[in-house]
């Protein structure tokens, strides 16, 4: 394992050690997080085209680190911390916010926890959770194995639960229009579920191969989610 400065590219940069792995590079926020909390403590979380590691115990969730899959360059990492930065549900009396932070670009929760990535500036950005997508994903996930599904062109490994209104909102799934209350994980596949019914998903993608989803917002509030999974090859 390489140990690599992320300040000798940058001076302006903080104090920050980029570890090189296999097939990835790990920028630390917590020196040394592996030693400090367990292994099953650790939670892999996809947020837009990088990850994060956060540790969770009992007393505290806390971001210790973001992850970058190679093929990638030490100074494509070094330019991307100079332009992002990364914010993991900081929070005062007014509500969550981004501090030194031009514009935020991408909301994701896990367990209720907003993670957020904006990129870098001279302010102190509000904003609010609602309708920014829930992640759930297995710690065991292994790096760099194929996407589950791609959502909106985002690689997603693991299953985000999204809820809809049968009454406005549509939901198409290989050209089958279908009346559900929400998507989330099933036995590891993607399932759609009806509220009075929770215990078993109502359609289930068993396909192995990669899913697309594209889902779009109206003027009205209403949501149209399209699914496309090719047949899988006899």
Do not use: C
Not at 75 to 104: C, H, K, N, P, R
Not at 150 to 172: M, S
Request: no cysteine.
């Amino acid at each position: 394992m390489k140990r690599i400065q992320i300040a000798d590219f940058d001076r302006r940069m903080p104090p920050l050690e980029l570890r090189e792995m296999d097939d990835y590079y790990e920028t630390m926020f917590v020196p040394d997080y592996d030693e400090v909390y367990q292994s099953n403590e650790i939670r892999t979380i996809q947020l837009a085209d990088i990850y994060v590691n956060l540790a969770m115990t009992k007393n505290e969730v806390r971001l210790v680190s973001a992850l970058f899959l190679k093929p990638v360059e030490v100074a494509d990492i070094v330019s991307w911390m100079q332009l992002y930065t990364i914010s993991f549900a900081i929070s005062d009396a007014s509500g969550y916010y981004v501090e030194q932070a031009d514009e935020i670009l991408e909301i994701v929760l896990y367990q209720g926890n907003p993670i957020v990535i904006a990129t870098r500036g001279t302010d102190r950005l509000y904003y609010d959770t609602e309708g920014a997508i829930e992640m759930r994903r297995e710690s065991s996930e292994v790096m760099g194995k194929k996407p589950l599904l791609y959502l909106n062109g985002e690689a997603w490994f693991g299953v985000p639960r999204l809820e809809f209104n049968p009454n406005q909102d549509e939901l198409h799934v290989n050209g089958t229009f279908l009346f559900a209350d929400y998507m989330d994980v099933y036995q590891g596949r993607v399932g759609f579920f009806r509220n009075t019914d929770p215990a078993l998903p109502i359609v289930l993608l068993v396909g192995e191969a990669i899913i697309e989803m594209e889902l779009t917002e109206n003027a009205d509030g209403s949501r149209v989610l399209v699914i496309e999974q090719p047949y899988d090859e006899a």
